[in-house]
């Protein structure tokens, strides 16, 4: 059965009741034998994922990965940068 974890059914893409509007799930990716994901078509519409795109794999050994496009950590790196120096913490 298709986006089932635990005989939970997950919703393809779709609002789930009680999350914050601008979270998604958008089901589950099996992973093949060369380690190849498929991230869904939603995903990849909401999030602007073209064919040769580069994404950016983070991981923590306790809270998991996380995929990204890089120029979404680099702005939110720069908005850090941007808030130290504001607080007068960074050179």
Do not use: C, W
């Not at 990849?44 to 073209?50: F, M, V």
């Not at 064919?51 to 680099?74: C, R």
């Amino acid at each position: 059965m298709k986006n089932v974890i635990g005989g939970i059914h997950l919703p393809s893409g779709k609002h789930v009741l009680g999350m914050k509007k601008a979270r998604h799930i958008f089901g589950t990716a099996k992973v093949g034998e060369r380690g190849q994901i498929v991230i869904p078509k939603d995903a990849r519409e909401l999030y602007g994922i073209h064919p040769g795109d580069t994404l950016l794999i983070l991981g923590d050994e306790e809270n998991g990965m996380i995929v990204t496009k890089p120029d979404v950590l680099s702005s939110l790196a720069e908005r850090i940068l941007d808030q130290i120096g504001k607080e007068g913490a960074y050179p």
